[in-house]
């Protein structure tokens, strides 16, 4: 069992920046950031393992997912946000290769998710 907890969200300005932080009980070998925006499915947003990462196109060139191994922490650095990256941001892991690493279903362990709000 492997315990995630958000944090790090906020209300921000377009164009401004937010770093979320998930920290995990224990290792996981595949982590990833997902968002889920008001009446819309939770949709994926980057993935890291040991050493790669992956990014949705609709982040891609502004958001950085990282991960400290010995802390047990993954963060999202997100840079140059718009309104439509508004959504509660939720972190989940898989102890082993997350398949596919883009859907929900590759993932077992979730976060309760942190609000994001961009405004215009």
């Known amino acids: 069992q492997v315990q995630l907890v958000e944090s790090g969200g906020g209300l921000v300005q377009t164009g401004d920046s937010l770093r979320l932080s998930c920290a995990a009980s224990?290792?996981?070998?595949?982590m990833a950031w997902f968002r889920q925006a008001p009446g819309k499915g939770r949709e994926y947003v980057a993935a890291?393992?040991?050493?790669?990462?992956h990014y949705a196109d609709s982040v891609k060139g502004r958001f950085t997912i990282s991960r400290d191994n010995a802390k047990n922490m993954m963060y999202l650095q997100m840079n140059s946000l718009k309104p439509e990256d508004t959504a509660v941001y939720f972190c989940?892991?898989?102890?082993?290769?997350?398949?596919?690493?883009?859907?929900?279903?590759?993932?077992?362990?979730w976060g309760q998710g942190t609000q994001v709000t961009v405004s215009s």
């Open positions: 989940a892991a898989n102890p082993t290769n997350a398949e596919p690493y883009y859907a929900q279903r590759g993932y077992i362990y």
């Open positions: 224990g290792r996981a070998f595949t």
């Open positions: 890291v393992w040991f050493s790669a990462t």
